[in-house]
């Protein structure tokens, strides 16, 4: 099976699983992981920020960074086709008591006016706005990039109304490699930012979030209230350790096999290419001879995985278990599909 449902299907390299069996552990729940310890502390730092908390999964640290920054009753603002209103099970609302309000889907195209313009104060009857989240790199778009200037206005913004910003940068690792925008750069402008070890940078499992030591120090009591707290755990976190020093570079290949992918589908109408900077394709079959479930069941059939988001909308996500013989081989299959 050729994979390209998601970049989390990716397996440990030898690599890293051999980093992952040397890994000094300790009890994380007690602080004395040391290798949970030196990964927070180095991703911290590549961020710019004071301290950062390792965690099961993205959706927990974006969980936990929007009960740090919404109090109970306070609003959330972000893109309604955002990961943290869309793919986690409404979690803001069922354990943070957040309520959420949303910008029209831009993906990449966020207009810094009209959030301003949404931003509700404390007053009579009005939800206030307590934080605005933004997503980098956009998944539901096609892995498209906030601009840097867009969100210097949106922290700009932000700050003079005090409303926090947070980054659900699940693939930030991705931006930064396309963008050559320093991770600390981007760190400045966010209060929280929720980075992931298990997408395209190959880790089984773990994202970090990451803040002030004031409000990681509040995370790490969150945490343990969503079943977040682990024990021996620097086993995992030696595998995002190994991956960071390995595997950020090599995001660069992805992209140029997601525009390969892009390129070769474009003939049939379902792709921009221009658009494909990362390693997501998103397709737009509305137009094409089979719907998104038709298209993955045929290619399913043929070796091929791909992700159904929408009846004619479907997706393919490029990482380090996909060579260049594997992209030309999906080109392959789903131009035949999209043939017939």
């Not at 920054?69 to 893109?79: H, I, Q, T, Y």
Request: a negative charge; hydrophobic letters at 50%.
């Amino acid at each position: 099976m050729i994979d390209l449902r998601s970049d989390t299907v990716t397996r440990p390299t030898d690599g890293m699983r051999a980093a992952m069996a040397a890994a000094e552990v300790g009890d994380d729940v007690y602080g004395e992981d040391p290798t949970v310890n030196v990964l927070q502390a180095e991703v911290a730092a590549l961020f710019g920020h004071e301290a950062a908390l390792f965690a099961p999964t993205g959706t927990m640290t974006n969980q936990v960074a929007l009960q740090l920054l919404v109090p109970r009753g306070g609003e959330l603002l972000c893109d309604a086709d955002a990961h943290v209103v869309t793919y986690e099970a409404a979690a803001a609302a069922a354990y943070g008591g957040i309520s959420s309000r949303t910008w029209p889907a831009a993906g990449g195209d966020l207009d810094a006016d009209l959030v301003t313009a949404m931003i509700r104060p404390d007053g009579y009857g009005a939800v206030p706005t307590r934080a605005v989240a933004v997503e980098l790199t956009h998944n539901r778009s096609g892995g498209e990039i906030v601009g840097l200037d867009v969100l210097r206005r949106l922290r700009a913004v932000t700050a003079e109304a005090g409303v926090a910003l947070h980054c659900d940068g699940a693939r930030i690792w991705n931006a930064h490699v396309v963008t050559g925008v320093p991770l600390a750069s981007y760190g400045a402008l966010f209060d929280t930012l929720s980075v992931c070890l298990s997408k395209g940078l190959g880790a089984p499992v773990g994202s970090l979030l990451v803040g002030s030591a004031e409000r990681i120090a509040e995370a790490r009591r969150l945490r343990k209230r969503l079943g977040g707290g682990m024990r021996q755990a620097g086993v995992l976190a030696a595998a995002g350790r190994y991956a960071l020093r390995h595997h950020l570079g090599r995001l660069a290949d992805d992209h140029v096999r997601a525009a390969r992918l892009a390129q070769a589908l474009a003939p049939y109408g379902v792709v921009d290419p221009a658009r494909v900077r990362t390693n997501i394709v998103r397709l737009d079959l509305s137009k094409a001879v089979v719907d998104a479930p038709a298209l993955a069941a045929a290619a399913r059939a043929d070796g091929v995985g791909v992700s159904v988001v929408g009846p004619d909308a479907a997706r393919l996500v490029t990482h380090l278990d996909v060579d260049d013989p594997a992209v030309d081989r999906a080109a392959e299959v789903l131009i035949g599909i999209l043939d017939r």
